[in-house]
């Protein structure tokens, strides 16, 4: 059975600025390209990654991180009801973002292990296993 690894936005800006934990995102990507473990995040979060890089940077080159990203070994989810229902319970009890709501959401319903360096992910650590960067 192949490992499952969600990466949030905080894990794949920190790989793209070179920030701590890069290298540890980018040894996940190798073994996602050897076919060794999973990698996916869901479109809500690719979203964030854009405007974070639009907003920093310039469109353009969020258009371009964008495009390298779909280009690698992530599988990006879109958002249905059931994920889109998940993340929302999460939002509901406060406290964390919406867009990180999805990628807990998703780790959750794929018994899957979060990527990140976000500390509001400590709020759900009895639900969601986490891999920090």
């Known amino acids: 059975m192949t490992v499952t690894k969600i990466l949030d936005t905080f894990a794949l800006v920190a790989f ?3 920030d701590a934990g890069a290298d540890l995102v980018r040894e996940l990507l190798l073994e996602a390209e050897s076919k060794n473990i999973k990698l996916a995040m869901t ?4 979203g964030e990654v854009w405007y974070s890089i639009a907003r920093t940077v ?3 080159q969020a258009d371009a991180i964008v495009q ?3 280009g690698m070994s ?3 989810i879109d958002a249905d009801w059931k994920l ?3 993340a929302a319970i999460y939002k509901a009890r406060g406290g964390i973002s919406y867009a990180d709501c999805y990628a807990a959401a998703l780790a959750k319903l794929r ?3 979060l990527v990140t360096g976000d500390p509001e992910f400590q709020k759900l650590k009895d639900e969601v296993t986490t891999a920090w960067i």
């Open 58 to 60: 310039s469109p353009e």
């Open 43 to 46: 479109v809500v979060n690719l």
């Open 74 to 76: 992530i599988e990006i």
């Open 16 to 18: 793209f600025e070179d």
């Open 68 to 70: 390298e990203i779909r």
């Open 111 to 113: 018994e899957a292990e």
């Open 84 to 86: 889109t229902h998940q």
